[in-house]
């Protein structure tokens, strides 16, 4: 079972910035991606940006230009500067391992994210 730890979220004030991290329990590399979701209180959750394993990000258009997804050999990471109060929810780490013909996905357990006006 993959385990996916995430820290570093807060309360900023809007136009600050975080840095989330994403720590699995496995080699980063053996996932075919690995994402940042989020979900706000009554919404459903939604994809803010994803790293596929030959490293190539894509955004969610409404964090574009202002979020970064990165990785290094240890953890994925998600810079976020320009925060504004629409950006707080809870911040999710996820992966996709191709595991024989399965795609299995994991999820950590989420970190908060909360950005006043």
């Known amino acids: 079972q993959v385990q996916l730890a995430e820290s570093g979220g807060g309360l900023v004030q809007a136009g600050g910035s975080l840095r989330l991290s994403c720590a699995p329990s496995?080699?980063?590399?053996?996932?075919?991606?690995m994402a940042w979701y989020r979900q706000a209180p009554d919404k459903k959750r939604e994809l803010v940006a994803r790293?596929?394993?030959?490293?190539i990000p894509s955004y969610a258009d409404s964090v574009k230009g202002r979020f970064i997804i990165s990785r290094d050999t240890a953890m994925m990471y998600l810079q976020m500067s320009g925060l504004k109060p629409d950006d707080t929810a809870v911040y999710y780490c996820?992966?996709?391992?191709?595991?024989?013909?399965?795609?299995?996905?994991?999820w950590g357990q989420g970190t908060q994210v909360t950005v006043s006006s």
């Open positions: 790293i596929t394993r030959g490293g």
């Open positions: 496995r080699s980063i590399f053996s996932f075919a991606s």
């Open positions: 996820h992966s996709e391992a191709i595991e024989g013909p399965n795609s299995v996905l994991y």
